[in-house]
Antibody, heavy 130, light 110 residues
Framework: EVQLVESGGGLVQPGGSLRLSCAASGFTFSSYEMNWVRQAPGKGPEWVSYITSSGTTIYYADSVKGRFTISRDNAKNSLYLQITSLRAEDTAVYYC???????????????????????WGKGTTVTVSS | QSVLTQPPSASGTPGQRVTISCSGSSPNIGSNTVNWYQQLPGTAPKLLIFRNDQRPSGVPDRFSGSKSGTSASLAINGLQSEDEADYYCAAWDDSLNGPVFGGGTKVTVL
């Protein structure tokens, strides 16, 4: 069974840090690009960060750039998100999601034929509060 | 404020047809394919429609998607009680260089 399981969430004070993990199973993790997506209470999902299958290309949403760091360990079938300088507005459920995409071009000149997330974990909750 | 605009709610009785709209702009829906996700209460989003109108294996054919210009829509034909959920549209945004989502539509079965 294809599965993603997040862990590492919790209650943290403003300015604090956490490391989220996502364990993948049931598919060849090293062949897939991955995303972190978060969902604040009562809101729609918000994309946070993306990493290619090899880990060589990484993107971040402007709202987290400079504070969050995505990484992966293909030998351990795991995806990570290091989150620092936490703010109240970072309170959300954080999901890892498998990316399915096809594009041509590179860098900022990519043209996407399609882009979607076909497998999601159940999420881990991050609450930022004093 | 979400990049893609959806009505906050929609409703229907069992067996009815319900449609949900999703409005975007040139860098997102106007240039890229649209996906729809279903989120049942207390669960993670689940892929419902991808590449505008494709259903993943296991999704009932009463769900259908379409796209025209900078707008897209999701239709549920023959509404069932288990369809009560939040529905989100999404698309890649060339300007933001990432995927963007709608604010969600809560479907209620009366």
């Amino acid at each position: 069974e294809v599965q993603l399981v997040e862990s590492g969430g919790g209650l943290v004070q403003p300015g604090g840090s956490l490391r989220l993990s996502c364990a993948a199973s049931g598919f060849t993790f090293s062949s897939y690009e991955m995303n972190w997506v978060r969902q604040a209470p009562g809101k729609g999902p918000e994309w946070v960060s993306y990493i290619t299958s090899s880990g060589t290309t990484i993107y971040y949403a402007d709202s987290v750039k400079g504070r969050f760091t995505i990484s992966r360990d293909n030998a351990k079938n795991s995806l990570y998100l290091q989150i620092t300088s936490l703010r109240a507005e970072d309170t959300a459920v954080y999901y890892c999601a498998r990316v399915r995409t096809s594009y041509y071009g590179s860098g900022s000149s990519k043209t996407y034929l399609y882009y979607y997330m076909d497998v999601w974990g159940k999420g881990t909750t991050v609450t930022v509060s004093s | 404020q979400s990049v893609l605009t959806q009505p906050p709610s929609a409703s229907g009785t069992p067996g009815q047809r319900v449609t949900i709209s999703c409005s975007g702009s040139s860098p997102n829906i106007g240039s890229n394919t649209v996906n729809w996700y279903q989120q049942l209460p207390g669960t993670a989003p689940k892929l419902l429609i991808f590449r505008n109108d494709q259903r993943p294996s296991g999704v009932p054919d009463r769900f259908s998607g379409s796209k025209s210009g900078t707008s897209a829509s999701l239709a549920i034909n023959g509404l069932q009680s288990e369809d009560e959920a939040d529905y989100y549209c999404a698309a890649w945004d060339d300007s933001l260089n990432g995927p963007v989502f709608g604010g969600g539509t809560k479907v209620t079965v009366l």
